[in-house]
T-cell receptor, first 109, second 115 residues
Framework: GQNIDQPTEMTATEGAIVQINCTYQTSGFNGLFWYQQHAGEAPTFLSYNVLDGLEEKGRFSSFLSRSKGYSYLLLKELQMKDSASYLCAVRDSNYQLIWGAGTKLIIKP | ETGVTQTPRHLVMGMTNKKSLKCEQHLGHNAMYWYKQSAKKPLELMFVYSLEERVENNSVPSRFSPECPNSSHLFLHLHTLQPEDSALYLC??????????????FGAGSRLTVL
């Protein structure tokens, strides 16, 4: 079966750096997405990786290793507003999106 | 208004009721989706419409009935639901359906409670 694994919950301190990991086993690969979802709000698109390497976008970066079936989302200079759930999703060979259960990130002052 | 708008935001219904969820997108997208989001579970794709044609129905019980009258509007009609159907129902849209870099734009969801 197809599977996406990410930690259920993480805690970090304001101003620090946190890395949220995502590992996947899917039938084929056509890209990996990260979305952010604040409580009670819509998930919003953060990043898309289809080639190996690091994509940087301001305080957020996303890394992909296709050979390892692994990605991470790196958040720098954490702010209280970064408290949210982070969803990892992989598009498989049929272009279906396979979703992880999300990682709830708690930022403490 | 821009983006994807869902109404109602909250809905409580009995198992014998009939209600509908509405989704509207003003992005000019060609594909629309219904997802179910339950606590600590992955998003479950329910239905996909592309250019108003249903292209996917992920073994969803018939008590959920989608309708897509045009490319901007999507409905989910609900009848004789079960308590386990209580969840957040998310609508999303995208430019096209099925391409690699296709980014979904989500609505804020309709929180459904079935008593």
């Amino acid at each position: 079966g197809q599977n996406i694994d990410q930690p259920t919950e993480m805690t970090a301190t304001e101003g620090a750096i946190v890395q949220i990991n995502c590992t996947y086993q899917t039938s084929g690969f056509n890209g990996l997405f990260w979305y952010q979802q604040h409580a009670g709000e819509a998930p919003t698109f953060l990043s898309y990786n289809v080639l190996d390497g690091l994509e940087e976008k301001g305080r957020f970066s996303s890394f992909l290793s296709r050979s390892k079936g692994y990605s991470y989302l790196l958040l720098k200079e954490l702010q209280m507003k970064d408290s949210a759930s982070y969803l990892c999703a992989v598009r498989d060979s049929n272009y279906q999106l396979i979703w992880g259960a999300g990682t709830k990130l708690i930022i403490k002052p | 208004e821009t983006g994807v708008t869902q109404t109602p935001r909250h809905l409580v219904m009995g198992m014998t009721n009939k209600k509908s969820l509405k989704c509207e997108q003003h992005l000019g997208h060609n594909a629309m989706y219904w997802y179910k989001q339950s606590a600590k579970k992955p998003l479950e794709l329910m239905f996909v419409y592309s250019l108003e044609e249903r292209v996917e129905n992920n073994s969803v019980p018939s008590r959920f009935s989608p309708e897509c009258p045009n490319s901007s509007h999507l409905f989910l009609h609900l009848h004789t639901l079960q308590p386990e159907d209580s969840a957040l129902y998310l609508c999303a849209s995208s430019q096209d359906e099925g391409s690699g870099a296709n980014v979904l734009t989500f609505g804020a969801g309709s929180r459904l409670t079935v008593l």
